[in-house]
């Protein structure tokens, strides 16, 4: 099984700032990552497949880069609607599908 | 709009079953690969199975193979999970997803609302 570990857990931020959150693979998933996005209560959200590509109606201020087994996700300008917890998912697996542990933004 | 509407949840007991319906609307339910994904209290996700288009096709998660059966119907554009000898470590709210693509490359564009599952002892 591959092993997702997102740091940091926990990531306090203000509204207008830069957040980088990553996403360390075991073992190579080539560029088989997504990103989801879930708020209290309610389903996750895709925001990156492709470890760099935009889902439909996604902000541009989100954007995914990396490869193998270093991926990043970054939000250029965090606005309040972005304060959520994020999961990183492996797809090259499958259907060993694994998520991240999950990162929280909090402000 | 596409939309998931899951139900079926509740609580029973440890060893007995209990069977989820994921309804989908705004799209063609035949075109696209469908998952189970679930996720504990306060917990992470945790991917459990994915149906091919035609329902021919299915892979499970290790913890659930052999208790749980993902089936699907076209014709009234339904997804399911039969769970057999349920456990508590099964606890957990359930998501019905649409796979992106016919194919099924597991990524995740549309979620349900969630069904929660709750296994007592």
Redesign the interface.
Known sequence: EIILTQSPATLPVSPGERATLSCRASQSVRSYLAWYQQKPGQAPRLLIYGASNRATGIPARFSGSGSGTDFTLTISSLQSEDFAVYYCQQCSDWPRITFGQGTRLEI | QVQLVESGGGVVQSGRSLRLSCAASGFSFSRNAMHWVRQAPGQ????VA?ISVDGRDY???DSVKGRFTIARDNSKSTLYLQMNSLRDEDTAVY?CARD?SAS??????F????TLVTVSS
């Open positions: 992470g996700l945790e991917w994915v892979h499970y998660t998501y992106t099924a490359n597991y990524y995740f564009d979620w349900g609302q969630g």
